[in-house]
């Protein structure tokens, strides 16, 4: 199934010379159990993209549907509902709500579902334990550091019952350990069906998806063919990289 | 990594046979040490003479001997474990030239041609890094190995995103040094470098 798709997606933004295309004529699909990486140079639309696909702001043209549903034809209530349920975001500046512990941000999304406290609390402690977070979880916001903080909105991202997980890099604070971290557990969802997109400038994040795309000025320039698996790096030892070695 | 040391490596866990030493060699070989077995015996010989290792008695050569390490085989370990490896020579030489080359040549677009060096270099990390998901939990060696060589081709990525930065840089510029750039000839880059063959 196809769980996110933007059909000739474009947004411009401001007006005559001041007018930007941030996208244009974006096509993009992910099916439900992938994981597509997003890379690009600054300012070439990664996270217009991706505020897009999250429903979070409209296109100035081309159509974007969730599991089938185009969003054009949604009420406001039910993209709301989508968004709470079905999404889960991992901004660049994380949004953690500030009066709420580690544990109890993770937490929100599962009890806004109706879920009861208490299982929710019990959900939170384990994914918080994954990432290396179980004595960090009464903390405040403010009071942890960056890398702890953007762990915590992984956490409360993947929590629950997603269809869709939507992150801006998601490991940017992060040294490589935990950054490594973080994608076990986004390819933990994806395994149970998830779709995911993760925008990055790094090459060893984006290692970790099905399939990169490249983004330029905007437009998909290029994207890697699926990978051929494991077994071929295997039975003919390192391959040379262009150029790398002699 | 020499036969040499990596028998004074085996040997420090403790004393082995030369059979038991051959095994564990070709075990290891391909994961980290890509050595020929076949040179296990007559290296074991050159240790002892040399008298980084010593055997059981004087007892006939082959399988059944007994070797271990001595003192001075252990500090001949712990020297070379620290000696810094030869890295003067730059790795990514041919893909340097290549983006020199391609951003002179008419006609060739190049970033054009750094997009399907970065593309292939993603791809290839991606086989990497699935091999370490499958595998990382069960196999440390395998998993620090493979995160060199995706640390070793992340760099390489790195320097294309900058040459690719810098070209669309001076290609905004207006004209002049940057956007005409003087021909220079490849070995008074190398001497400018500092690059050593
Ligand atoms: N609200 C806005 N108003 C005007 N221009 C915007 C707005 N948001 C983004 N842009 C512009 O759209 C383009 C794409 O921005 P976007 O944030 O998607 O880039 P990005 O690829 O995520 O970059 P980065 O890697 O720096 O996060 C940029 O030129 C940016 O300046
Ligand atoms: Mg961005």
Redesign the pocket.
Known sequence: MTALELRRVS?D??EGP?E????RDIDLSVEAGALVAVM????????????IAGSLEDPTSGEVLIGGTALSGMSRNDKARLRRRSIGYVF?DFNLLAGLTAAENVALPLELDGIAARKARVTSMATLEELGLADRASRFPDELSGGERQRVAIARAVVGERRLLLT??PTGALDSANGEAVMRLVRAACKRGVAGVV?T?DAQLASWADRVVF?RD?RVADQTSPPPGPESLLASGPRQAPGTGQ | MSVRHALLALLSEGPKYGLQLREEFEARTGEVWPLNVGQVYTTLQRLERDGLVESDDAGEDGPQKGFRITADGAQELAGWLRTPPDLSSPPRDELVIKVLVAMRLPGVDVHEVVQVHRKYLVELMQEWTRLKEDEADYDLPLALAVDAELFRLDSVIRWLDSADGRLRRAAGDPPGRAASPVPMPMPRLRRKAGVRR
């Open positions: 947004k933004y401001g001041a930007v295309h941030a996208l690009g140079p600054s300012g070439s639309g990664k996270s217009t993209l991706l505020t660049q801006d890099e925008v400038h983004l905007g």
